[in-house]
């Protein structure tokens, strides 16, 4: 078995385009340059849930209202929206590598001036900022890893996945114990927003343009795809499209107001509220075995089972009021299904829904389906519960409302994915 790899490298010519060209990467550089991508995905998590702990502080600091914070806890994902499709553009005619490294920059400046806010304006821009890089962000790795892994690219997103919850694991467990001992909650911005420019500059050096690069139809020569639609905006693209909206309102309204939930509602502590958080993250580190079972059985159907057994969680979580050992294995479970299991498979079936030289624009169809009405759920969320209570609200965003996401699944035809067996 060899120990380097021939890709091909796109360099990037004298108009903007890419132009085909043969790099060696050897089995090490690329281990090292996905550990990367992993731990630059960890961070992202990290900046993005590390808000949602410390929302009851900064509303106290600030005097925000529940519908200011509800709008500040997930309105980053605005940011998202907006990058998804521009960065689907530039990722079928640049480097996926620079574009990686510029929305890394980016997202980790918008975190590092959030503490600087003197108010709810320039709060809101410093979140869209950092969600445009992270938006920017996930377009770029899973564009470019799932090019690089096309016949595992189920296995590899969950492996991201993993990335992503381990992020979500240990944002509110640092960001409740820097707060703490800092006496302020300024400080776990500063150190994500530092640890994001740091892997940064890593990745600039280790990185190799032969892991980002790698053209997909290459890697599948000798397929014939004339049996899928000719658009990447087609039926299945459509319907996953609907069912990401669907599923990114029902999660990111959960995870934004989740805390507060606990804090205000359920009176536990800010130390026990991170703790469920963390299980939550840790649940999503089953985003492995998600992605391993989406690249081995019907797609559509292990996200209608996933989205059904989240309206389920849901339905314990806000109707039963455990307790804070019961709370936290429905929040493990939260955690599996709608982050180890929808998100990756949502992310590699948009990509398998369109030929293979589409895929960057599936990434940012993904990217802008599931995180642009996210940006308001946290909102819409707050708005539910001033009119229904925690009870209804949760009964009616993240209970009833993944059923439209079923609805949109079906008609979803996996025979036309491009890695159908013909």
Not at 45 to 50: E, K, L, P, S, Y
Not at 241 to 249: E, Q
């Amino acid at each position: 078995m060899t120990h380097a790899a021939q890709v091909d490298t796109p360099a990037v010519s004298a108009d903007g385009t890419q132009e085909s060209n043969r790099a060696p990467i050897s089995r090490a550089m690329i281990a090292v340059g996905f550990l990367l991508v992993v731990l630059s995905y960890m961070v992202n998590a990290m900046d993005r849930q590390v808000f949602p702990p410390l929302l009851p502080d900064i509303r106290q600091d600030y005097g925000f209202s529940l519908e200011q914070g509800g709008l500040l806890a997930t309105n980053f994902t605005l940011g998202m929206a907006l990058a998804g499709l521009p960065a689907g553009y530039l990722l079928d005619r640049f480097r996926r590598k620079t574009v990686l490294l510029v929305s890394i920059v980016i997202y980790s400046l918008g975190t590092m001036a959030t503490p600087l806010a003197t108010g709810l304006a320039d709060m809101t821009v410093y979140r869209v900022v950092s969600g445009f890089g992270e938006g920017m962000q996930s377009a770029a790795i899973f564009a470019a890893i799932g090019a690089f892994f096309t016949h595992r690219r189920g296995l590899a997103f969950g492996i991201i996945g993993v990335g992503y919850s381990v992020g979500v694991f240990i944002a509110p467990l640092i960001g409740v114990r820097l707060m703490n001992t800092h006496g302020t909650w300024h400080a776990p911005f500063y150190l994500f927003g530092t640890a994001g420019l740091l892997i940064a500059a890593a990745s600039l050096f280790l990185v190799r343009t032969g892991l980002t690069e790698q053209r997909v139809e290459k890697a599948v020569s000798g397929g014939t795809y004339e049996y899928m639609p000719s658009s990447a905006y087609n039926r299945n693209t459509v319907a996953l499209a609907i069912h990401s909206i669907v599923s990114g309102v029902a999660i990111y309204g959960f995870l934004g107001l989740y805390p507060t939930y606990l804090i205000t509602s359920l009176h536990y502590t800010s130390e026990q509220a991170a703790l469920a958080m963390s299980l939550l993250g840790f649940g999503g580190m089953t985003a492995v075995l998600g992605g391993w079972l989406g690249d081995r059985i019907n797609q559509r159907n292990l996200l209608i089972a996933s989205l059904l057994a989240v309206s389920a969680i849901a339905a314990c979580i806000y109707e039963t009021h455990a307790g804070v050992g019961l709370q936290c294995a429905f929040a493990f479970l939260m955690g599996a299904f709608g982050l180890g299991f929808i998100y990756p498979n949502s992310n590699s079936a948009m990509q398998r829904a369109v030929r293979p030289e589409q895929i960057g624009r599936a990434s940012g169809l993904f990217v802008t389906s599931y995180y642009g009405t996210a940006a308001f759920s946290g909102l819409l969320f707050a708005a539910l519960v001033d009119s229904f209570g925690w009870t209804g609200a949760g009964l009616l965003q993240v209970t009833l409302l993944p059923l439209v996401g079923v609805a949109a699944l079906v008609f979803v035809r996996p025979a036309q994915f491009n890695n159908a067996v013909r």
